[in-house]
Nanobody
Framework: QEQLVQSGGGLVQAGGSMTLSCQTS????????IGWYRQYPGKERELVAR???????NYADSVRGRFTISRDIRKSTVYLRMNELQPEDTAVYYC???????????WGQGTQVTVSS
């Protein structure tokens, strides 16, 4: 059973920065498109940033220019660096590994990010 293990998160003041980590296996990282999603209470998860297995990246309009997704192949880890955090960034953040050709998707356990004003 493949796993995604998240770390990071917590409380930060508005304007601050935080990095989330998502560790997986090298096999998954080589095959999957890895995304970071966030979920507000009572809402569906929304895509924040994604990096493909070909290292292409895309971002939600609300975070473009503030958040950066990156991969460390040696550590089999994907990061989400979040700068200029705002209270509206407060949510539970999840990493996701999607492997379309295998029809499989995996989720991390989720981590709370709270931005105080």
């Amino acid at each position: 059973q493949e796993q995604l293990v998240q770390s990071g998160g917590g409380l930060v003041q508005a304007g601050g920065s935080m990095t989330l980590s998502c560790q997986t296996s090298g096999r998954i990282l080589g095959l999957a498109n890895i995304g970071w999603y966030r979920q507000y209470p009572g809402k569906e998860r929304e895509l924040v940033a994604r990096v493909t297995n070909g290292d292409r990246r895309n971002y939600a309009d609300s975070v473009r220019g503030r958040f950066t997704i990156s991969r460390d192949i040696r550590k089999s880890t994907v990061y989400l660096r979040m700068n200029e955090l705002q209270p509206e960034d407060t949510a539970v953040y999840y990493c996701n590994a999607d492997i379309p050709r295998l029809g499989r998707t995996y989720w991390g356990q989720g981590t709370q990010v709270t931005v105080s004003s």
